[in-house]
């Protein structure tokens, strides 16, 4: 069993930055591809980033450009730098675990999930 906790959302102006980090717990983080969705009112949770072992990410088109994903294996934890922020933007995002072994976008491929962070950001 993993756990997921994200931190680091708030309110923003459109143009500003944000960082969300997750850390993790309970399994081997190094071994573990992470993965960032997004679900704004009203709307599917959508891919946002994914990040596999060896730092290697892969972003939705949306946010390329604009954000940016690492993680740090010695703190077990993986961030999210957010930039150039839109209103757009505004949703709970959520970090996820999957134990397959090769970044992903399809939400059915991660198997453990964080409770989420709110993100808005004002026009």
């Known amino acids: 069993q993993v756990q997921l906790v994200e931190s680091g959302g708030g309110l923003v102006q459109a143009g500003g930055s944000l960082r969300l980090s997750c850390a993790a717990s309970?399994?081997?983080?190094?071994?573990?591809?992470m993965g960032w969705f997004r679900q704004a009112p009203g709307k599917e949770r959508e891919f946002v980033a994914a990040?596999?072992?060896?730092?290697?990410?892969y972003m939705a088109d949306s946010v390329k450009g604009r954000f940016t994903s690492s993680r740090d294996n010695a703190k077990n934890t993986v961030y999210l730098q957010m930039d150039s922020l839109k209103p757009e933007d505004t949703a709970v995002y959520y970090c996820?675990?999957?134990?397959?072994?090769?970044?992903?976008?399809?939400?059915?491929?991660?198997?453990?999930w964080g409770q989420g962070t709110q993100v808005t950001v004002s026009s």
């Open positions: 309970g399994g081997t983080f190094s071994m573990y591809v």
């Open positions: 996820a675990v999957s134990k397959r072994g090769f970044y992903t976008n399809y939400e059915g491929d991660y198997d453990y």
């Open positions: 990040i596999n072992r060896s730092g290697r990410t």
